[in-house]
């Protein structure tokens, strides 16, 4: 014999819980959501179940009121964790970027160094080769050769960072 609204304030603030109790008297079952916007008193969700006599008239309503609060505790932690994911993505990102950068500019620098180091050998070969022993000969080319593969190493260093879908 008690009206809801006596018991539980609730329903006649809440404009939500005021329609779905509404729409309940007219035959329709309801249900309303947790409301963010109003949770004052906890983080409830409503299903509003007319109850019909013999003439299937609305005699009753069955609210069933069920507390989601751990629900939207694991929601709101799920949703601080995806920022946290967010950002530490975002960091790592432009990490990437200013290693891509870093690996880039060495690279070029390692080029020159070892252009330098060819080219000289090839002048002491060229220049000095007549007074050369043949095992002397022998080193300078082994030393331009390894400069070779290292360059070609700094080439695929350099592709790699053109590759990378980050640049």
């Not at 304030?9 to 819980?17: H, I, R, W």
């Not at 509003?48 to 505790?73: E, M, Q, W, Y």
């Not at 070779?148 to 879908?165: F, H, R, V, Y």
Request: hydrophobic share 40%; glycine share 6%.
């Amino acid at each position: 014999g008690t009206k809801i609204t006596d018991a539980f304030p609730v329903f006649e603030e809440n404009p939500g819980l005021k329609n779905a109790m509404n729409a309940a008297l007219q035959g329709f079952k309801i249900f309303v959501p947790h409301d963010k916007d109003f949770d004052k008193y906890g983080y409830f969700e409503h299903h509003f179940i007319p109850l019909k006599n013999s003439k299937g008239d609305v005699s009753t309503i069955l609210v069933v009121v069920h507390d989601v609060a751990h629900r939207v505790k694991a929601e709101d932690e799920l949703k601080r964790l995806n920022q946290e994911l967010i950002d530490k993505n975002n960091e790592l990102t432009e990490l990437n970027k200013e290693i891509l950068a870093f690996a880039y500019i060495a690279g070029n620098d390692l080029k020159w160094a070892l252009r330098k180091i060819y080219s000289f050998v090839e002048i002491i070969l060229r220049d000095e080769g007549a007074s050369l022993t043949g095992r002397a000969k022998s080193y300078c080319r082994k030393v331009q050769s390894a400069a070779q593969k290292m360059s070609l190493l700094t080439d695929d260093i350099g592709a790699l960072s053109i590759i990378n879908p980050e640049t």
